[in-house]
């Protein structure tokens, strides 16, 4: 697999051009640099907790999504923006250590690196993301963004650049003929009609469809619910991430449950992250020109993948370095065949 590796600074972004080769997998969206305490539980308001340990880690969804992808095979290409700080400079050499091309990752000269400060329990996480540099995410970076559609299969969107620049990319990429996979974290409001017809498949957890569908998503029932509702609004399939409880898919063809794959979790801080870079690497092995999404074994096949990536993401403490390699998930799915027919 040929896949270059960006220059360490970007100078000028105006006059970058995509490493030479084959290409399956462009994100568009952020690059954070984590700041993890782990606490025993999520502190309440006003509650004051000593960490129980503390980790500066490269993140931001985008880059973590890059991250999950490259390790399962798919050559990958990362659009974004870092500051010209030492933050940037990490979360650029991380990529590129994965063999990701980060050759339109920009350099703001204006605004620091992103950051994210997380709190990880046991069980649950809370972040507060500060944008930083992926705030200044714009149409200049749309145009380092569409030479990849020539060769790429599939685009990976997220909420953590400004939404304007995310409905573009989808608009881009799907008259381009890309599957655009869109990661609606963080949501705030109900998506926009035509942001709805751009999008092949929405990836919400259960508090994203919520706000999304403006629907209460506490069972499986109410996440199926709140899947049908998006879908309806011209999405052509709609994933709800509930945990423990599963996955939830809606297609045009009806609604499918896939149960959880049962681990002891660590670290669940990139598990959404982790299934998307995983839904991405799995449908990048199917020819969509003579496959549709709404094929349900094809999705069955990809989103049980997805959710095993996701699986063995949250038994590893962090987010980029969680993320699991392709014949790690071929090992842990052969495992769980075994067990079912045992």
């Known amino acids: 697999m040929k896949v270059g590796k960006g220059p360490a600074k970007v100078a000028n972004p105006q006059d970058l051009q995509p490493m030479d080769g084959p290409m399956d997998v462009v994100v568009l969206g952020s690059l954070n640099m984590d700041l993890v ?16 340990g503390f980790a500066t880690v490269p993140g931001g969804k985008g880059a973590n999504q890059a991250v999950a992808a490259a390790r399962l095979g798919a050559a990958t290409a990362m659009v974004g923006r870092v500051g010209e700080d030492g933050f940037g400079q990490v979360l650029r050499d991380r990529l590129q250590a994965e063999s990701i091309d980060t050759s339109a990752v920009a350099t703001s000269q204006q605004a620091p690196s992103g950051t994210a400060l997380i709190a990880v329990s046991p069980d649950n996480n809370q972040i507060i993301i500060t944008a930083g540099a992926n705030g200044e995410v714009s149409a200049a970076d749309l ?107 809606a297609t045009a063809d009806g609604s499918f449950v896939i149960p959880a794959f049962s681990v002891r979790a660590i670290d669940t801080v990139a598990a959404g992250d982790a299934f998307n870079g995983g839904l991405a690497a799995a449908l990048c092995q199917i020819d969509m020109q003579t496959q549709t999404l709404n094929n349900r074994p094809l999705l069955t096949s990809a989103i049980r993948y997805a959710s095993a990536v996701a699986a063995l993401a949250v038994t590893q403490s962090g987010a980029q370095s969680a993320m699991p390699t392709g014949a790690q998930v071929k090992a842990f799915l052969e495992t769980q065949k075994k067990k079912q027919t045992a």
Request: charged share 15%; aromatic share 4%; hydrophobic share 50%.
């Open 37 to 52: 305490a782990r606490v025993a539980h999520l502190p309440q308001p006003g509650e004051t907790l000593l960490s129980e």
């Open 143 to 249: 145009d380092r963004l569409s030479p990849y559609f020539e060769q790429a299969k599939i685009l990976l969107l997220q909420f953590e650049i400004p939404l304007p620049i995310v409905e573009k990319a989808a608009a881009l990429a799907h008259l381009a003929g890309l599957t655009v996979i869109v990661d609606p974290a963080p949501a705030h409001a109900p998506l926009s009609p035509n942001f709805c017809q751009h999008i092949s498949i929405l990836t919400p957890n259960q508090t994203e469809a919520a706000v999304l569908s403006g629907r209460a998503v506490e069972t499986v029932e109410e996440a199926i619910a709140a899947a049908e509702t998006l879908q309806r609004q011209g999405i052509a399939v709609v994933i709800v991430k509930l945990g423990a409880q599963g996955v939830v898919c």
